[in-house]
């Protein structure tokens, strides 16, 4: 994984693994990536796309009360093909079709799960947990706090979560920092498909109500992964950071597909001499404030990177945290990068401008290490 | 839909839902030349009269009647005509002096300062908590609003647990945690009341889900059933319809247990409802809707046999709709203002416990020292639970940050059942965590 270089391709909606049925106006085709490497790995590979199934899959194989619940996920193979296959193999009982309720099922979900079921429930976006949102805060988060331990709630709320593109506002925003305020829900954002594998086996398999970001973005991109990522018991820590990347001159804090930036910037930086430590975190709540801390007291700077919108967001929160317990391991002012104070908008050039890019990255980074000119 | 009207019909005789009473529905229903009506005034001219809700309550009746006749009908032959033994009138009789001692106990306390924040009050529905729960067995699940009290007690939990989490003590059913909007008791199947409208429904569709789920797919033998209760003012949340329409769409076991108490704080059901006839809207999702005179607690039983019963034996859910009447204003913080004196002695002159304590010794069931002995066994044991509340120790410090998760260290629990962060390996093997 080290040094490598994710090199994307925009492709306008010829992707051969376009996911879009022509009725859902309201979802864009996802673009394929290639990559080219800068290092060579030798392992196998999976798209994330591919990760998540196989998760779904495999932990709806080792637990019959796991099941999936959402719009589209079963005889439509799921609006973006994450459920692809499931419906065959589990049928329409554990793989359930709901109407287009979110408040509705999403509420079912919360209920199967204070009576002993492990739901999935998926949203076709994040965007549209808007909808449900009194049953992820209300119903899921508080339930195990007000019942004093009595009911918990093993339920994972998932789907596609952040900017899109060409999607406008409605339809592209991440959710992050919303659910990451919130006390009782445990926060997932993976980046590569060693995340996706490892956080979802994770997520389904925890007590606690668990909200999963994806990006649409990452769906149809390709990750080298383990043979160990790949073996059915593999999950990953609630709560723990992973470095993607060691670096000395510099921590970048990033989470879902800001990690790849994170790495393109780190690349560049490096070939100015600038030692850029990446860290993807993996989950948004618990925050692994122990990592970041002890990266910063390292490198003593911080960029944070984020798509969501500034104000009392993720790298606030980080900040904060850096702020309380390194401030004087701190040499430069912290950086922090998010979306742009404003809701999407639907033009290519300046919905461009409204989400971070690598350059922002490098920009920051060099500032912080004092070698912007 | 063909199977959905067949099944109407298997209940015909006690669901007047159908479209053959819509013609004698419609001349109960309050005409709309004026736009006012359910305003106060309207009702206090009206009373005498031409009230919607005298009218809606003599059809409810009707309705009901026919089941008692036929039920008499049925039974006569055998040897008694009555509709429940000395032991379930006790029983029912019991539960609902228990709600009722319960909840003036409550405002007591409220008023001594003992509990606070929102405290809502039971009194006058008791014939619909106690008709409903008392069928159910301990398997069964309720979901409950904030009006929750007595639907706990009904279900099992203890007066002195109740109480307890009332006076916010670590003895409580919550450990003080939830409050009287929020009692759980996983014990006793009681999934929380919810103090939002409308958002129980969803949360109990969960629960029947869960039932059928582990019928169909994990083949256990279970024949669980759910009731979700909600008030008149919840029929017009979204949520009521997306799962009226999911439930029955996936044939769940559920009861929807609507107990219309005509008043939302100060909004009355018939100023905020295009149609008021609740009831109505089950057959508009292929189930049956059944309105009951929710003061009386036979009745309510006889509607709620028929409707648990249907659902155990997986033939869906239906719509219950009770009408019935609070006593109180809405909160013990509602100055109660708005509701007419001539409709509050309307209904509470239908007193459910009154009703049935009349039943009861008219058909001598027991008598009038049978009774005051349970009043009397009441009156201590409510006595006894503020004692032990009051008694009882407040939360420690460290409480506050307890059971935020179920597991606060995010790992996951394993398949040996124990705390996957209390395993070194665990995180071994998985790069650079």
Request: zero cysteines; hydrophobic letters at 35%.
């Given at each position: 994984m080290l040094g490598t270089l994710w090199h994307k391709v925009f492709s306008s909606g010829v992707s051969s693994s376009s996911v879009i049925g022509q009725s859902l106006q309201r979802i864009r085709p996802s673009f394929s990536a290639t990559r080219s490497y800068a290092s060579t790995s030798t392992g196998k590979e999976m798209t994330v796309r591919d990760a998540l199934n196989s998760a779904l899959d495999e932990e709806m194989s080792a637990d019959p009360t796991v099941f999936v619940m959402g719009e589209e996920v079963g005889e439509y193979q799921g609006a973006y093909k994450i459920t692809k296959g499931l419906l065959d193999k589990y049928g329409p009982e554990r793989v359930v079709d709901t109407p287009i309720t979110e408040a509705g099922f999403t509420g079912i979900g919360v209920g199967a799960a204070y009576h002993g079921l492990r739901p999935v429930v998926e949203f076709m976006t994040f965007n549209f947990s808007m909808q449900a949102i009194d049953h992820i805060i209300n119903s899921a988060a508080k339930s195990n706090y007000m019942s004093a331990g009595q009911i918990s709630v093993p339920i994972v709320f998932r789907g596609p979560n952040g900017a899109a593109a060409g999607v406008g506002a409605q339809h592209s925003q991440c959710y992050a920092a919303w659910f990451g305020s919130c006390p009782g829900l445990k926060v997932l954002a993976p980046y590569s498909s060693e995340d996706a594998r490892g956080l979802l086996k994770a997520a389904i398999r925890d007590p606690d109500p668990v909200v999963f970001l994806e990006n649409e973005l990452l769906y149809g991109e390709s990750f080298p992964i383990s043979a160990e990522a790949l073996d059915s018991s593999f999950s990953l820590p609630i709560g723990k950071a992973k470095i993607e990347r060691e670096g000395k001159d510099v921590t970048i804090v990033a989470y879902s597909k800001m990690v790849g930036y994170a790495l393109q910037a780190a690349e560049r930086l490096s070939k100015e001499g600038i030692s850029a430590e990446v860290i993807n975190l993996r989950s948004i709540r618990p925050l692994d404030r122990r990592a970041i801390n002890a990266s910063v007291r390292k490198t003593n700077r911080l960029v944070t990177v984020e798509e969501g919108f500034p104000q009392h967001g993720v790298g606030a929160e980080i900040c904060a945290s850096v702020v309380e317990e390194s401030f004087e391991y701190l040499d430069a002012p912290v950086e922090r990068i998010s979306g742009a104070d404003v809701p999407m908008p639907y033009a290519a050039d300046l919905e461009r401008l409204a989400v971070p890019q690598v350059e922002d990255i490098v920009r920051a980074a060099k500032r912080a290490c004092f070698r912007a000119k | 839909m063909a199977s959905s009207f067949s099944t109407l019909k298997t209940i015909q005789p006690f669901c007047f839902s159908t479209t053959t009473t819509r013609s004698q529905q419609k001349s109960t229903l309050p005409t709309t030349n004026s736009s006012f009506f359910g305003s106060n005034n309207k009702l206090h001219k009206?009373?005498?009269?031409?009230?919607p809700s005298t009218n809606r309550l003599r059809s409810a009746v009707v309705a009901v009647s026919d089941v008692v006749k036929e039920k008499k009908l049925k039974t006569s032959a055998s040897t008694s005509n009555l509709l429940i033994t000395k032991e379930e009138g006790l029983v029912l009789y019991e539960d609902m002096v228990l709600g009722r001692v319960f909840e003036d106990m409550c405002a007591q306390m409220y008023y001594r300062g003992k509990m606070y924040g929102f405290v809502h009050l039971y009194n006058g529905q008791e014939a619909v908590s106690t008709g409903f729960i008392k069928l159910l067995k301990k398997e069964d699940c309720v979901v409950s609003t904030y009006r929750d009290h007595v639907h706990a007690l009904s279900k099992g939990v203890s007066a002195r647990a109740v109480m307890s989490e009332l006076f916010a003590k670590k003895t409580g059913v919550c450990r003080g945690q939830g409050g009287s909007m929020h009692m759980f008791s996983k014990e006793h199947n009681l999934l929380g009341g919810f103090a939002f409208i409308g958002e129980g429904i969803p949360v109990a569709t969960g629960a029947a889900f869960t039932s059928k789920y582990r019928r169909e797919v994990l083949k256990e033998d279970c024949d669980e059933v759910t009731l979700a209760f909600f008030g008149d003012g919840t029929c017009n949340n979204g949520q009521f319809f997306e799962c009226l329409n999911m439930a029955q769409l996936w044939k769940l076991p559920i009861v929807f247990v609507v107990e219309n108490n005509l008043w939302a704080i100060g909004m009355s059901h018939l100023r905020a409802t295009s149609d008021p006839a609740i009831y109505k809207k089950g057959p508009a999702f292929g189930m049956p809707g059944v309105l009951v005179d929710g003061m009386d607690v036979l009745k309510v039983r006889e509607v709620a046999k028929e409707a648990i019963g249907r659902a155990r034996r997986g033939e869906g859910p239906s719509l219950i709709e009770c009408e019935t009447y609070r006593f109180r204003g809405h909160s013990l913080a509602d100055p109660d203002e708005l509701r007419d004196a001539g409709e509050k002695n309307h209904y509470g002159a239908r007193d459910p416990i009154v009703a049935l304590k009349k039943y009861v010794l008219e058909n001598n069931l027991a008598s009038e020292s049978d009774l005051k002995a349970i009043d009397k066994k009441i009156e201590e044991l409510v006595e006894e639970a503020v004692e032990f509340a009051d008694a009882s120790p407040y939360p420690s410090r460290e409480q506050l940050l307890e059971n935020v998760f179920a597991d606060p260290k995010g790992f996951g629990i394993g398949p040996d059942g124990k705390y996957r962060c209390e395993d070194p390996k665990f995180t071994q093997g998985t790069a650079q965590v």
């Open positions: - | 009206s009373f005498n009269s031409f009230s």
